[in-house]
C-alpha cells in the first residue's frame, strides 16, 4: 500500500477483555517498530521488528501484551485482560532497511472501559 | 538511559513572528537526532534530521553537543505551522527512537 496502515482506528475495551491490533506497513519495509502513546505525551517504544525477528521488546510494559509478525509484513499487538492505563493511541511505523525516516500509521485508539 | 526533555507543552506566536522550540536530551554517546511534526487530523510525519542540515518548510535545527540541545527555529511563523513538534533521539546502539513530550505551537493570525 502507499502508507502504514492500521486497524482498527477505534477501539474500545471492558476491562479485562483481551484486544488485538493490527498494522500493515509499507510493502517491503523490512523495519516494523510500534509506540504506545498516552493523552499528552510523546510516543513511548514498545517493540522492534526486523523481518519477522523481534529483535527489542524492552518497551513491552508487562506480559500481558505480546507482539507478532510471522511472516515478516503484517503485524499484530495482542494485549490480554486490558487495564484502564493501557488507553492510549497505539502507534505502528515502518522503515526500509538502512532507512532513517519511519513512516508512521494514524494509530490506534484504545479505550478501556 | 536517554532522555530527551521539550520543556514547554504550549508555544503561541503571532504570525510573522520567530519560533523556537526547545528540545534537550541526555545520552552519552553520539545521537541522532530528529524532529517530527503532527498537523491536525494527520499522521506524525519527519521534519528534519540533523544530519542532513537541511532547512524544511522554513525550519532549521542545530545540534549543540555542548548545550546537548537541538532546538527547532524559523525566523517568521505561518498559520500552517501550527502543529504538534516532537523532537527524538536515536541512539547508536538500536533502531528505536526516543521521544519528548511535545509542544504544541499555536501561530495566530
Known amino acids: 500500500g502507499a502508507g502504514v496502515s492500521q486497524s482498527p482506528r477505534y477501539k474500545v475495551a471492558k476491562r479485562g477483555q483481551d484486544v488485538a491490533l493490527r498494522c500493515d506497513p509499507i510493502s517491503g519495509h523490512v523495519s516494523l517498530f510500534w509506540y504506545q502513546q498516552a493523552l499528552g505525551q510523546g510516543p513511548e517504544f514498545l517493540t522492534y521488528f526486523q523481518n519477522e525477528a523481534q529483535l527489542d521488546k524492552s518497551g513491552l510494559p508487562s506480559d500481558r501484551f505480546f507482539a507478532e509478525r510471522p511472516e515478516g509484513s503484517v503485524s499484530t499487538l495482542k494485549i490480554q485482560r486490558t487495564q484502564q492505563e493501557d488507553s492510549a493511541v497505539y502507534l505502528c511505523?515502518?522503515?526500509?532497511?538502512?532507512?532513517?525516516?519511519?513512516?508512521f500509521g494514524s494509530g490506534t485508539r484504545l479505550t478501556v472501559v | 538511559a536517554q532522555r530527551v526533555t521539550q520543556p514547554e507543552k504550549l508555544l503561541s506566536v503571532f504570525k510573522g513572528a520567530p519560533v523556537e522550540l526547545k528540545c534537550n536530551y541526555s545520552y552519552s554517546g553520539s545521537p541522532e537526532l530528529f524532529w517530527y511534526v503532527q498537523y491536525s487530523r494527520q499522521r506524525l510525519q519527519l521534519l528534519l534530521r540533523?544530519?542532513s542540515r537541511e532547512s524544511i518548510k522554513g525550519f532549521t535545527a542545530d545540534l549543540n553537543k555542548g548545550e546537548t540541545s537541538f532546538h527547532l527555529k524559523k525566523p517568521f511563523a505561518q498559520e500552517e505551522d501550527s502543529a504538534m513538534y516532537y523532537c527524538?533521539?536515536?541512539?547508536?546502539?538500536?533502531?528505536?527512537?526516543?521521544f519528548g513530550g511535545g509542544t504544541r505551537l499555536m501561530v495566530k493570525p
Open positions: 527524538a533521539l536515536r541512539t547508536n546502539a538500536g533502531n528505536m527512537l526516543t
Open positions: 511505523a515502518s522503515s526500509a532497511r538502512g532507512g532513517y525516516g519511519y513512516t
Open positions: 540533523h544530519i
